[in-house]
């Protein structure tokens, strides 16, 4: 008996929606997590457009305690790995200007005086 008034409980949990939608924001941030080196701008646009979605959803309903808790950490942790990468990405930027000044810079020098 108790054994049925398990499975019950934990088909009720995995058919509620207000809490698919925080397991749903979890698998995403770590999907993300994973996978954010390896993005192009165009799977940011649409890994973006999932969070945004998910997070309206979770919107939806009120949250206390441990899930309020873990919402607001996938939250964090999501706008964490997005400025890291937008970081890393203006970094690289960065790296790559100063390389492609430098160049120019000696192509000009070398112009200047001849190649001597």
Do not use: H
Request: hydrophobic share 35%; aromatic share 10%.
């Amino acid at each position: 008996m108790s054994f049925v008034v398990l499975a019950c409980f934990f088909a009720f949990l995995s058919c509620n929606p207000k809490q698919r939608a925080v397991d749903n924001l979890g698998d995403l941030v770590e999907k993300v997590e994973k996978n954010a080196s390896e993005y192009t701008e165009e799977d940011w646009v649409e890994v973006n457009q999932q969070y945004d979605k998910l997070v309206a959803e979770i919107d939806k309903y009120e949250y206390t305690g441990k899930d309020s808790e873990r919402i607001s950490k996938l939250k964090g942790k999501y706008a964490g790995i997005k400025a890291r990468n937008t970081i890393s990405k203006f970094v690289d930027d960065i790296d790559k200007t100063a390389k492609e000044v430098k160049g120019a810079i000696e192509g000009f020098t070398d112009g200047l005086t001849d190649g001597n």
